[in-house]
């Protein structure tokens, strides 16, 4: 069974920074993509950012220049460092990983989300 842990989130005011980790445990043969989505109340779950294991990014727009996607495949982590946060990021934040099993079995898992506030 895999588990991806997240931890990072909280309450920081506008303008301020947090950094999010996922670590993910268990038995696999190695983790493809890993990503940051989230949610906002009332709102459907969109994708932040990505990253392929040969560290190739993808940012959407609206956070581009402020946070950042990195991971450390030893340690089979992901992180997001947000930078110049917004009210309109809060959200509750989940991390997902493509997780490569062998025989041809990839599976897609998901972490059981942080809560990012920015508020004054």
């Known amino acids: 069974q895999v588990q991806l842990v997240e931890s990072g989130g909280g309450l920081v005011q506008p303008g301020g920074s947090l950094r999010l980790s996922c670590a993910a445990s268990?038995?696999?043969?190695?983790?493809?993509?890993m990503g940051w989505y989230r949610q906002a109340l009332g709102k459907e779950r969109e994708l932040v950012a990505s990253?392929?294991?040969?560290?190739?990014?993808n940012h959407v727009d609206s956070v581009k220049g402020r946070f950042t996607i990195s991971r450390n495949n030893a340690q089979n982590t992901v992180y997001l460092q947000m930078n110049s946060l917004k009210p309109e990021d809060t959200a509750v934040y989940y991390c997902?990983?493509?997780?490569?099993?062998?025989?041809?079995?990839?599976?897609?898992?998901w972490g059981q989300g942080t809560q990012v506030t920015v508020s004054s």
């Open positions: 997902d990983a493509v997780i490569n099993h062998g025989f041809s079995v990839v599976r897609r898992y």
């Open positions: 268990g038995t696999f043969l190695s983790i493809e993509d």
């Open positions: 990253i392929t294991y040969n560290h190739i990014t």
